[in-house]
């Protein structure tokens, strides 16, 4: 790490003399997790787990009127996953973001490398912050913004395991390629995006024959904000092919935001993500997949649907409220969930089961002392119920909760303009 610094400051000190700016910053953020029924319900016999994981990311920024440069490598750990004498990390040093952002005109540029693709509220494009390693795309963007209100930004990436000499098949868990188009509008209180994007996957369609499949996902976001109303919709539909199935599939949500006081404020919403039917004898597949997203924002914190999993199932509708209280560096918030899905969910004697899944009710805490240091916490529990066992299996009797804990600092280690 000390070496990359070194060199990098190196490079920044030979550009030619012009307005420019240079910083380093650290992060570190160590969380303890007590996990008894996350993700999944828990089995008689199985018991709860802890353990603390941790961010260590250095992050450099270069900047001048025409280049924007930004390098940041991070380490993501567990305590105790090597001995205390250890020679070597167990994960090592990974890069997070390298890229460069060259602007052709002044409405116009060019971004080249490992960067965080982020859109709108993040069900489609995330940067899935919450998770230690976070989420990057190898990737290029150029970016029109013809006038204050508008942009467009159009996305490419064509990815490989290695400098081949012959093709050979990809097998790493990422897509194959990738080509998107995002759109956005401001209004005076309000703003709208129309996304389209497609995705192709290495997918084995024979003991020795691999083809690219191809999935579109289109849709728009809308978002308002007055006195004390804001919220926002959006909806996305999904086709083409998928694991060798045609896919027909869409994704609706919204939420009303509405500020109480001062400090208090309440909100609904709610959300559709389509299904499939278990035991269903169509090759169709009716399951939305919200990709690139940062999906533990949404439907739970606990992470029981699409956060790695619950794809190709049978959907969700997700109803749920919000309720605020902020005063001065504190925020604390409650979220009650209630779950259905949106297909049709079979027992092993293939009756239909209740399509209730179950409640979740999310309450956290965030207090910040200062740019430099803050703390948040949180406490999850489900509720669950038999339809959830088919689904996750596990005992939704037993009691199936989840605790946090989490400090970041942030500290700017260097900084210099000429």
Do not use: C
Not at 51 to 69: A, D, G, I, T
Not at 104 to 125: A, H, T
Not at 282 to 299: D, R
Not at 366 to 387: E, H, L, P, R
């Amino acid at each position: 790490m000390k070496k990359i610094l070194i060199l990098f400051i190196a490079m920044m000190a030979g550009l030619p003399t012009i307005a420019q700016e240079f910083d380093v910053s650290l992060q570190l953020r160590p969380r303890f997790e007590f996990r008894n029924g996350y993700k999944t319900l828990l089995e008689q016999g199985q018991d709860a787990t802890s353990f603390v994981s941790q961010r260590s990311r250095l992050k450099l920024n270069f900047s001048n009127e025409k280049l924007l440069l930004k390098f940041s490598a991070q380490n993501i750990r567990v305590w105790g996953d090597v001995p205390t004498m250890t020679t070597s990390d167990k994960n090592g040093i990974a890069v997070f973001e390298a890229f460069g952002t060259y602007a052709v005109s002044p409405g116009f540029s060019l971004s080249l490398g490992r960067q965080v693709l982020s859109y709108d509220n993040q069900r489609i494009f995330g940067e899935v912050d919450w998770a230690q390693q976070g989420q990057s795309h190898d990737a290029a963007l150029l970016s029109w913004l013809p006038v204050e209100n508008q942009r467009l930004d159009l996305g490419f990436a064509l990815n490989s395991d290695k400098e081949n000499l012959f093709d050979t098949p990809y097998q790493v868990n990422n897509y194959k390629n990738m080509q998107f188009a995002w759109y956005h509008l401001d209004f005076n209180t309000s703003g709208i995006s129309i996304l389209a994007l497609n995705t192709g996957y290495e997918f084995p369609v024979s003991d020795s024959n691999r083809e690219i499949q191809y999935l579109q996902t289109a849709g728009s976001y809308y978002k308002f904000n007055g006195n004390n109303f804001s919220g926002d919709l959006y909806g996305y539909v999904q086709v083409g092919e998928k694991a060798n199935r045609n896919l027909e599939a869409w994704n609706l949500g919204g939420i009303i935001n509405y500020k109480i006081s001062e400090n208090w404020g309440i909100a609904a919403g709610a959300e559709y993500l389509s299904g499939t039917d278990m035991g269903t004898t169509s090759e169709e597949l009716q399951s939305f997949t919200p990709l690139f997203g940062t999906n533990h924002a949404f439907n739970g914190f606990m992470d029981y649907f699409y956060v790695g999993n619950h794809q190709n199932s049978v959907g969700l509708q997700d109803f749920y409220g919000k309720i605020n209280y902020t005063s001065g560096k504190f925020k604390l918030s409650a979220i009650p969930h209630v779950f259905y899905s949106a297909a049709d969910i079979q027992d092993p004697g293939f009756s239909k089961m209740d399509s209730y899944l179950g409640t979740e009710i999310d309450i956290t805490g965030n207090y910040k002392v200062n740019d430099m240091f803050s703390i948040a916490m949180g406490y999850s529990q489900m509720f669950g119920t038999n339809s959830l066992e088919i689904l996750k299996g596990g005992d939704a009797n037993r009691t199936q909760n989840w605790a946090w804990l989490a400090v970041n600092f942030n500290a700017g280690l260097f900084s210099t303009s000429k």
